[in-house]
């Protein structure tokens, strides 16, 4: 495979005189726009649905989780944020988490555990206000990940349509 050799760079060029140049108008244009301050303890932002938040479990009607302890999320974190241990059931499906463990502090909102899931059991909810003073305080377990699948169907939806 023949290689093709790339033009060469004026002596204009090499001194990067026009990316210096680019860059100052792209700064000079951005400091006339008009300026808009959102007030943010008062007016609360609203996420789109594509935002990823806290990732969350999500309840069925009936008050059981969708989860069936696969552990696919915990393979796939790159973070190592999640612990998921199975235990047997005589419901109709065959395992749920006995113990389903996120470790907000380690966890970097990378959406891979939401996108795995076969039963869409964990997706990443609108919420991003999260204050911890202790490491303890950031381990959610299954008391704090459950929420009813009615607050999450903006996000349930947003994943049906673009899969």
Known sequence: ?????????????????????????????????????????????????SFRGRPVLVMEENGKERCVACGLCSRVCPALAIEVQAAETLDEKERYPEKFEINMVRCIYCGFCEEVCPEEAIVMSDEFELVFSSQKEALFGKDKLLIPKAKLEKRLNFLRENR
Not at 6 to 27: A, R, W
């Open 1 to 49: 495979m023949p290689v093709t050799k790339l033009k060469d760079l004026s002596f204009f060029e090499k001194t990067y005189i026009p990316q210096i140049f680019s860059g100052l108008v792209l700064t000079f244009r951005q400091i006339f726009r008009k300026k808009f301050t959102r007030q943010y303890p008062e007016v609360k932002w609203s996420s789109p649905d």
